[in-house]
């Protein structure tokens, strides 16, 4: 039961870990937070597609 | 605090030198911006997008690296939607590699709203194009919280004290969306 990463390479996951890693993804549903984050990331990354860059407000 | 900051690719030029993050446990965080960060963006082995005053300035106050990677499971996992793919025990993946902020302007909130703009990123300009189904982060302790305000999950690990795995299965997170956010 294990996980084992490197920086800039792959993560291997083991053992119970493993297993429960297979349930989440298998049983998981995207957290509302995550789709609250994709919404607010659309103007940003229409800026940045556009200009090259994106105006980053800090989130109060 | 600033108002705004500017997230752009780093450049050649850029000033990665008085780059702080105030704890020793964020030494390799500073010593990657300073060292490697602009050799690995401009031969692709890392893509870093850094933080400025204004677009055409020079010194870095927060950065966010990306990189392909991968999850291998190896008691294979099994995806519902997808049950071909279940004979691979290795799924294609982006990750998080390093995301930092500097030390003056943490808990501003920059942090989220680069967040907000990894995950559109991803999904929008990278996912059309090669196949990465999850968006995955090697976390430190002390930012579970925040990965988990921005939507990740953390894996259930049975090892407490191992650098926790965050992730986001990002063909659920877009098949979740009503279709005028897609």
């Known amino acids: 039961m294990s996980v084992k990463t490197s920086v800039f390479g792959g993560i291997t996951i083991s053992g119970n870990d493993a297993k429960a890693f297979d349930r989440q993804v298998t049983h998981g549903r995207p957290k509302q937070a995550a789709r609250d984050s994709y919404a607010r990331g659309k103007s940003l990354v229409d800026e940045f597609n556009r200009k090259g860059y994106a105006t980053i407000k800090p989130k109060k | ?182």
């Open chain 2, 1 to 182: 605090m600033p108002d705004a900051l500017f997230l752009r690719p780093i450049r050649p030029g850029d000033d990665t030198g008085k780059f702080s993050l105030g704890t020793p446990e964020a030494q390799p965080l500073k010593s990657f911006l300073k060292k490697q960060a602009k050799d690995y963006h401009h031969k692709n082995v890392a893509k870093t997008f850094v933080l400025v005053d204004s677009p055409d300035d020079s010194r870095v106050l927060g950065y966010l690296t990306l990189v392909c990677s991968e999850i291998k499971n190896e008691a294979s996992t099994r995806l519902d939607d997808c049950g071909d793919a279940n004979k691979y025990t290795t799924f294609p993946a982006i990750k998080i590699a390093r995301l930092a902020i500097h030390n003056d302007l943490q808990r501003g909130g920059y942090g989220r709203t680069v967040m907000d703009w990894c995950i559109r990123h991803v999904v929008e300009n990278i996912m059309p194009h090669a196949g990465c189904r999850f968006l995955v982060a090697d976390a430190k302790h002390s930012a579970v919280s925040f990965y988990k305000k921005c939507g990740f999950t953390m894996l259930e690990s049975e090892e407490k004290n191992k650098q926790p795995i965050m992730f986001v299965d990002l063909h659920k997170l877009t098949a979740s969306l009503p279709s005028a956010q897609k």
